[in-house]
């Protein structure tokens, strides 16, 4: 992903503008892509340091004016997020120095001026205990650092689509700055919907979503990551999620972002039609629910897991977006459930008020004793009820509690 200083934007009174792709421009990111990406397969098995020396290497050969430097400097990033490099041992390379320096420094006071220290007899004889070369000795010595890493594989994208998505690449980076953003969204599909809805959860982002007259809907995101002040974890969260949004057939971005060195606060908005680049398998379960759903299916209760349940819609008072559903075998009484465990004490009571606004569908809500919200604020409701967990989701008391709901007189 892009970071806000590789983005080519423009102030236009209080809004943020992004340059536009126009043909040209497409083409130029498309070029570049494709010498980077041909650069970077040529690297597969050299260091990271030896691969960022190729890059910027390529990248003072390329023949764009000055003021493009920005535009080489994402594309090459964008090409970079393609690589995958192999994960450092740190505490390995650690006992190697310690042990290869301990060595030296004792064969160091043992020289003299008729027998010397000897590096590579040193690695040799280090190389031979371990049934290797003195080479992997070496490179193993500092084998933790960045630059060490070797580049294993590079999986990046078609260089057209990347220049394709280039423009949603710099929205994300934009994102980074926000502080409110507004989503709108409509499409054919209601698994789009569902795979959105699952994003925006698995990113710890609660949505609040409206039903619009003209079909679609509105998303507000806010939680526990909306830092209001200048923080940009929610907008890391908020550029995570763009893609699910822009994979619909069409949607609007409107977000208030906090822009240049002065933080000055701009409106920026952005959207289209569907963009193929966005196209990506509906997230899994965070860990937490596939845990627990591991832990429930154990139980053979006779209840069967919903992992793609439906949004369920009050008009004129608002909707819920649930998790799962639990189907029960012997006669499909369904039981919904919504996990509150990471958002504020404000989700628990948006949530509270919808099942008495009058919500139809019965509903389980799990919610961290840390949000400080009693059970009993649901006490009175037929068709809802609320879990407060303490640290794990117990897979049994959640069990106990869907079958009071599935059994109860609506």
Do not use: N
């Not at 995958?84 to 310690?98: G, K, M, Q, Y």
């Not at 001026?113 to 070369?133: I, K, M």
């Not at 990347?162 to 690449?169: I, V």
């Amino acid at each position: 992903m892009l970071t806000a200083d590789l983005v080519t934007a423009r102030r236009r009174g209080d809004e943020l503008r992004l340059v536009a792709a126009d043909p040209r421009r497409r083409a130029r990111i498309e070029a570049l892509a494709a010498a980077f990406s041909e650069i970077a397969r040529a690297q597969i098995g050299s260091t990271r340091q030896q691969l960022d020396a190729a890059l910027d290497e390529g990248a003072a050969g390329a023949d764009l004016p000055s003021p493009d430097r920005r535009l080489i400097a994402a594309v090459q990033k964008l090409v970079y997020d393609g690589c995958s490099f192999e994960e450092p041992d740190a505490e390995t390379a650690a006992a190697l120095r310690r042990e290869i320096f301990r060595r030296a420094a004792a064969a160091r006071r043992a020289a003299s001026p008729s027998a010397p220290f000897d590096r590579g007899a040193l690695l040799e004889a280090a190389a031979r205990e371990r049934g290797t070369t003195a080479a992997v000795v070496e490179a193993g010595l500092y084998g933790d650092r960045p630059a060490r890493q070797r580049l294993l594989a590079f999986a990046g994208r078609p260089p057209a689509m990347l220049a394709a998505g280039f423009e949603l690449a710099e929205a994300q980076a934009v994102l980074l700055r926000a502080t409110r953003v507004t989503a709108s969204v409509r499409s054919r599909d209601a698994g789009t919907y569902r795979q959105l809805f699952r994003t925006l959860k698995f990113l710890r982002l609660l949505p609040v979503v409206e039903a619009v007259a003209q079909g679609g809907y509105r998303i507000t995101l806010d939680g526990p990551l909306s830092l209001f002040q200048g923080g940009t974890r929610y907008g890391l969260q908020l550029g995570l999620a763009l893609p699910a949004i822009a994979g619909c057939d069409s949607w609007s971005i409107e977000a208030d972002v906090r822009w240049g060195a002065d933080r000055r606060p701009l409106r920026f908005r952005i959207g289209g039609g569907a963009v193929a680049t966005a196209a990506a398998e509906a997230p899994s379960l965070p860990d937490e629910l596939a845990g627990f759903v591991t832990a429930f299916e154990r139980l053979d209760s006779g209840w069967r897991v919903d992992r793609e349940p439906a949004v369920l819609d009050l008009p004129g008072a608002g909707m819920c977006v649930p998790d799962l559903a639990f189907v029960r075998g012997r006669d499909g009484a369904r039981v919904h459930f919504e996990l509150l465990g990471f958002w504020s004490r404000e989700a628990v009571w948006r949530r509270v008020e919808l099942v008495r606004a009058g919500l139809p569908q019965k509903i389980l809500f799990a919610a961290s004793k840390g949000l400080r919200v009693g059970e009993a604020v649901l006490d009175e409701s037929p068709t809802a009820a609320l879990y407060v967990f303490a640290r794990v989701i117990a897979a049994k008391q959640v069990l106990d509690r869907i079958e009071r709901l599935a059994d109860a007189a609506t």
